[in-house]
């Protein structure tokens, strides 16, 4: 099976770019590469009717759904806005990941 590439990863800062959270940022917290989602922390809420289970108390439960990665973007903190990224190669030949805007890197 073929890696999925992707423009985020996980633990970066990402705004919506479209759906009923467009505009909101978040961390992204997993990334599924068999739906080409991502799980981005405290957006695209969705409530889960779950039964008891031993000691665990049964209820309505708000838990975080995957958002496809067409409709998230990385946010750069330095320009406010969401951005396209560029690679650069260092002289060690190491890549590094910066706001196609500004130039600032996004790395963590």
């Known amino acids: 099976m073929q890696a999925t590439k992707t423009h985020v990863r996980k633990g970066e ?5 479209a759906g009923k959270d467009k505009n909101k940022t978040g961390t992204v917290m997993q990334f599924l590469p068999k739906k080409d989602g991502i799980i981005v922390e405290g957006l ?4 889960r009717h779950v039964k008891a289970r031993g000691n665990e108390p049964g209820g309505i439960k708000e838990k975080e759904a995957s958002i496809h990665i067409s409709n998230v ?3 750069c ?5 969401p951005v396209r990224v560029r690679l650069k190669v260092l002289e060690n030949g190491d890549k590094q990941r910066l706001c196609a805007k500004c130039g600032n890197s996004l790395e963590k």
């Open 13 to 17: 800062t990402v705004m919506v770019i």
């Open 44 to 47: 695209n809420m969705v409530k």
């Open 73 to 75: 973007m990385p946010y």
């Open 77 to 81: 903190a330095k320009c406010a806005k």
